[in-house]
Structure formats: C-alpha cells, structure tokens
C-alpha cells in the first residue's frame, strides 16, 4: 500500500534529523522523506499535523508469555500491547515454558509471531540447556534458526568454567551475549534491596554487592575472551561506574536499564506494595541518580521495558511470595519522555535510547528512518497526557506501580512494513 504521512515532526536520531517533513511509503519500505516521489499515488493519507514521526521503538527485552500460556492467547495480547506502545521491534528472553534451547522452538515462536499483526520478534536462544547452567546449547543451530543473541534469563549461572567456555564460544563467532549481573549466593532468596525500607518491612535482602561481584565476574571474563556481551537491566551507582570504566577500556560491552529503574526507588515499595516486586529491586534514591546520570552521559545503551506480564492471582500475595514483574511494553515510551524532560535531555537523544542506540547492539535492521529502509514508525503526540489504568492497558498483566500516573506521551499511530498494525488517529483511504 502506498501511504503518506503529512505535516508531522520527523525525527530520526540515527540521521539527526528533526523536522517539519512529508513521509512516503511504498509497499513495505520508505519511498521519501521530504519532497513527494515521483507518480506517487496515496491509498491512504494520515495527517501528523502536531505529532511527531519517529523510527518504531525498540525493546531489548519484553516477555511475550510463549511458549508456555498459549491457552491464554498469550502471544498475540502481547504483541498488541508492543505495537500500542509503539514497539516495532523487540528481543524476547529464553525463560519460557519449555526454554528457547531447541531450533524447533524457536521455529515456532517466530512463525506464530509472523502470522500476527504485530512488531518484529527476535528470539534470544538460552546460553545452556533448560538454563540449568551446566550443558551448552547448539549456538550455532540456534543462531541459523533466528536467535539475535543468547542469555541465561534471570536464572544463574553459578559455574563460572561453563560461562567461561560459553563466552570463549560465542567470541569465537562473534555471538553476542546477554547476561544480568548477579551472584547467586548472596543474592539468595532476596526481594528487596538491602537498606532501611527492607529493615523496617522484615524483607529479605538482595544486597548491592550481589550485582557488582557478579558483573566483575563478567568483565573479567569479557577480558580474557573479548566477547560481546550485553549487560542487561543494571540497578545500581556502583555497576554503572563499572561499566563506565570498561567501555573506557575498550572492552566490547554494551549495557541497559529497565524504565521503571529510572523511576522508582525502594521507597516505592510502601507498605508491601507487590507490584513493585522486581527483579533486580529497586535500590536508593541515590542509585536512581546515577541511573539518570549514565543514561544521559551515553554510558547505558538502551532503556527496555522488561516487560514481564503477571496476572492478579500471582501478584495479590505477600510481597516476598509475589511473582516478580511488571507490565510495561506500553510504558516504556512515555516513561522515556518522563526521564527526558525532567532531566533536561532532548528529544532526539532520549529517543535514541529506545530506538537507533537500542537496535544497534545485536545490529538489528530498525530503529531508523532511511529511504529504502523498513517502513517501521510510530506516530505519537509527545505534549498529550494519559492516565495509567488497568483499562486503559491492552496487555494481559494490568500489574504495573504506575498505575494512577498522568504520562505525557500517547501513541497514535504504529506501523510495521508499511501496514498499520495500531491507530487511534483517523486516516483517511483515497477516494
């Protein structure tokens, strides 16, 4: 189909390019941007006019539940809930039910993802069989079948000899790998961060120290294998300045945060308030500080959503039975502006963060704007507000702490290879 887009704000942080433009679409690709191409004939018009016009966001973790909850048409609720959130583009962890560890599997994710109208699905492979941390996978196989990139989830990987081999393995072809810093041992049977709101609750603690020995594991090995690896969903001041350190030494490392850590502190935990039951937990104020402070010096790559739905039985427990995890796919736009401007960071540069900046670290094809590129945008309205609510979310988990919240931030368009896949903005057919 061939559409235009009119009078809206391109903005594209790949090209540093924001303003006032045309956008045209031809089949599955971008046609133009600016002047109207030649014999170009809109099927369909949809006017931009005060929103802006941005490459489709890119989500470096989201949980789509499958497989595993297929009868809760699990995966194409989710796959709505991206695409309303305007993700275009998301990588899916392996800790599903069975576990991303066979060609077959992945097979199969991505062919029901395909047949869905929804964003691009690109499966992470498990580092070892069953993340059990003692048997490696077929990389290989699992890396001909699709898979981006390989993790362990948020299971551990306690045997640092089998994590050695899988990074000196994964070097050797140039797979990247994803790994969330954290020792297990002191981690435990934790919940809370280990400071005075977990002390006056009576909950168990996940100290500091939990992720920082476990992200010095990492980089000491990235230092004898020189594999790539991705640090995933960093909680603290202390892991930040490490990485700090080692992207100034030259080590290929990558790193993100989840939003909801650029937000929230372990304050927010109140009087056990489950849906702020997240792995890794929310830390100190000061913590949340040099979360903002890495994210706009360029330290931390990518925000994600760590999308992680939980329905209500799992979630109205005491805090420490909780399923950890939050709903967030359709936040992750409007809480990324919340940071933005409350820090003073441009729009461009935060959009980065979710887009150009995000794709580039498996060296995914989205998250730009490119004549001849992928047709992948979502059209929104940076200066409308919305309130959070149960209701007004498309995801089957309705557990997120930002329940309540006025964002500023709606999504009005999003579009996959050329197609619509969500809209609430009229567009209107040619005659």
Known sequence: MNIAILNGRVVDPASALDRQADLFIVGEKIAAIGARPDGFTAEQTIDAKGLVVAPGLVDLCARLREPGNEFKNALATEMHAAVAGGITSLVCPPDTDPVLDEPGLVEMLRYRAKNLRGPRVFPAGALTIGLQGARLTEMAELRSHGCVAFSHADAP??????????????????????????????????????????????????????????????????????????????????????????????????????????????????????????????????????????????????????????????????????????????????????????????????????????????????????????ADLVLFSADEYWRVSPESLTSQGKNTPFVGYELQGRVHHTLVAGTVVAGSRSASAAP
């Open 157 to 374: 990987l306690i045997d640092t000899q089998v994590l050695y081999r899988a990074l000196q393995y994964a070097s050797t072809f140039d797979y990247p790998v994803i790994l969330r810093p954290e020792d297990a041992h002191l981690a435990g049977d934790g919940v809370a961060h280990e400071g005075q709101i977990a002390a006056r609750l009576g909950l168990s603690v996940i100290p500091i120290e939990a992720e920082t020995i476990g992200l010095l594991r990492i980089l000491e090995l990235v230092r004898m294998t020189r594999a790539r690896v991705h640090i995933a969903r960093l909680s603290c001041a202390r892991s930040i300045d490490l990485m700090r350190a080692a992207k100034s030494e030259g080590l290929p490392v990558t790193c993100d945060v989840a939003v909801h850590h650029a937000h929230l502190t372990e304050m927010d935990i109140g009087f056990f308030d489950a849906r702020c039951r997240v792995v890794p937990p929310f830390r100190a104020q000061a913590d949340r500080t040099a979360i903002r402070a890495g994210l706009a010096d360029g330290t931390i790559d990518a925000i994600c959503s760590d999308h992680a739905p939980v329905d209500d039985d799992s979630k109205q427990l005491p805090f420490g039975e909780a399923e950890p995890g939050v709903t967030s796919v359709e936040l992750l736009l409007p809480l990324t502006l919340k940071w933005a401007l409350e820090e003073g960071v441009e729009l461009a540069r935060a959009l980065a963060l979710i887009t150009s900046r995000a794709a580039g670290v498996f060296g995914l094809s989205g998250g730009k704007l490119s004549v001849g590129g992928n």
